[in-house]
């Protein structure tokens, strides 16, 4: 009997500890006026909410509530992007809550700095986005710069290429573009002409190297090199 009630109070204090956890988080999604304040502190500027509409239904990931805001800045009504308000409950077997915001603003302002500078240097690359909304292809949430082919006859000049449009982004936006991955397919003319190797660049390496281009130069071709030695033990 002492065990059936050490049990039974066990299990009423794990509802009421779930119950205060439900009421302590903040579900609803956030208004216009907060997406805009957010947004001026995270780039200490004004902005300004279009239209927004819930997404949670067509939305990928395993999320409570989702909706997409459509914003500009307020001095360039021409400029457009988008920001997820994205509430979330349990992921991976863990009990977990979140009411987190994110936005494509820095990756517009380098997508279209890298589309500049590429046209000076005459880099060939193509843009690939993610999209969250499985029934949308404007919402996207992820950029990708895939740049191919990179080799050491034009190694130099993608890598100038690359770090002019970094830096043109920081002097708008003072921060890592986290949501742009830049994907360079490397092959050396030595190497087979099945072999190239992937490398990317993203907010993991910038967080751990300057963007000049000597030093993503450097980084390419440490890559290559271990690429290199991994043909060498497998070729026969």
Same mark, same amino acid.
């Given at each position: 009997?002492a065990g &059936?009630?050490?049990?039974?109070?066990?299990f009423?204090?794990?509802?009421c500890?779930l119950?205060l956890?439900?009421t302590?988080?903040?579900f609803r999604?956030? @208004?216009?006026?907060?997406?805009?304040?957010?947004?001026e502190?995270q %780039? !200490?500027?004004? *902005?300004?909410?279009?239209?927004?509409e819930?997404?949670?239904?067509?939305y990928?990931?395993?999320?409570?509530?989702?909706?997409?805001?459509?914003?500009?800045p &307020?001095?360039?009504p021409e400029?457009?992007?988008f920001?997820?308000n994205?509430?979330? !409950?349990?992921?991976?077997?863990v009990?977990?809550?979140? /009411?987190?915001? @994110?936005?494509?603003?820095?990756?517009?302002?380098?997508?279209k700095a890298?589309?500049?500078?590429a046209a000076?240097?005459?880099?060939?690359?193509?843009f690939?986005?993610f999209?969250?909304?499985k029934?949308?292809?404007?919402?996207?949430?992820?950029? %990708?710069v895939?740049?191919k082919?990179?080799? @050491?006859? /034009?190694l130099?000049?993608?890598?100038?290429?690359?770090?002019?449009?970094?830096?043109?982004? *920081?002097?708008?936006?003072?921060?890592?573009?986290?949501?742009v991955?830049? =994907?360079?397919?490397y092959?050396?003319?030595?190497?087979?002409?099945?072999?190239?190797?992937?490398? &990317?660049?993203?907010?993991?390496y910038?967080?751990? *190297?300057d963007? =000049?281009?000597?030093?993503?130069?450097? %980084?390419?071709?440490?890559?290559?090199g &271990?690429?290199?030695?991994?043909?060498?033990?497998?070729?026969?």
């Open positions: 009997m &059936k009630v050490k049990t039974s109070i066990c009423a204090s794990l509802i500890a119950a956890l439900l302590s988080c903040d999604l956030m @208004s216009k006026q907060e997406v805009e304040e957010y947004l502190r %780039y !200490g500027q004004e *902005f300004i909410v279009l239209s927004s819930s997404v949670t239904d067509d990928y990931d395993d999320v409570w509530r989702v909706r997409v805001y459509t914003v500009s &307020k001095d360039g400029t457009q992007f920001v997820f994205t509430v979330e !409950g349990e992921r991976f077997g009990l977990g809550f979140s /009411n987190r915001l @994110s936005d494509t603003y820095s990756l517009d302002i380098f997508s890298f589309e500049t500078r000076e240097k005459d880099v060939e690359y193509s690939n986005y999209y969250p909304v029934s949308s292809s404007v919402y996207y949430s992820r950029l %990708y895939d740049i082919p990179v080799s @050491s006859e /034009n130099e000049i993608v890598c100038t290429v690359l770090s002019q449009a970094y830096t043109d982004t *920081f002097e708008i936006v003072k921060d890592i573009p986290y949501g991955t830049v =994907n360079l397919t092959r050396e003319p030595a190497w087979p002409e099945d072999r190239s190797c992937l490398i &990317k660049i993203d907010s993991l910038l967080n751990r *190297f963007t =000049n281009a000597e030093t993503i130069e450097k %980084y390419i071709l440490d890559e290559a &271990k690429y290199q030695e991994r043909l060498e033990q497998t070729d026969p």
